[in-house]
């Protein structure tokens, strides 16, 4: 199987390789069009900041190859993000795959700190991405801005209100947490994808 984790100005591309690895896959980590296109499965991860990300994505003309794939997709974090129409993080408009705002966590009470960051539930849980997992699974969180619930929305968490931990869309999915970071039910998760 042919896996492409696409390269940019993004941290823990590596660690999705490896846990990749663990699940017998060696992806190929690469910003060439011809070979994201002729990929089996492609993964957008994500840790920066939007704007110059987006910036990035936009510069580099793989804005457009990205809401024109036709393979499985899997945006994590602020790849996940970055797949919604916009960002209140540096206020820009992002990929619009999903119909959803970026909004950033606002604290209503003392114990509420920002970023979210540590292991948290998901519940809701639809469609096959979350194959043999049942509600309240835990999974490993890191992130300032969150997406509403909308009708995309494939599992949910509650920090300081409810929010989509995941979404799909025709061929694109995304998790807000990290499933290369969240142990067997990220692995689970992770393998549901490529089995899609």
Known sequence: MN????????????SVVYALK???????????????????KIIFPGVGEAKTTMDYLKYHQLDQLLIHIKQPLLGICLGMQLMCKS??????????IFDAPVLKFHPEKHEDK????????ISNLKSNLYKNLTDNEFVYFVHSYYVPIIENTI?????????????HKNNFY????????????GEKILKNFLEL
């Open 3 to 14: 896996i492409v984790i696409i390269e940019y100005n993004a941290g823990n591309i590596y």
């Open 22 to 40: 663990r699940l017998g896959i060696n992806p190929v980590v690469t910003a060439d069009k011809a070979e994201i296109l002729s990929a089996d």
């Open 155 to 167: 599992a949910e968490t509650n920090y300081i209100g409810n929010f989509s931990a995941s979404l």
């Open 174 to 185: 995304a998790t807000q947490f990290h499933p290369e970071k969240s142990g067997k039910t």
């Open 114 to 121: 920002i970023p979210h960051m540590g292991w948290n539930t």
């Open 87 to 96: 960002s209140e993080e540096g206020n820009v408009d992002c990929l619009g």
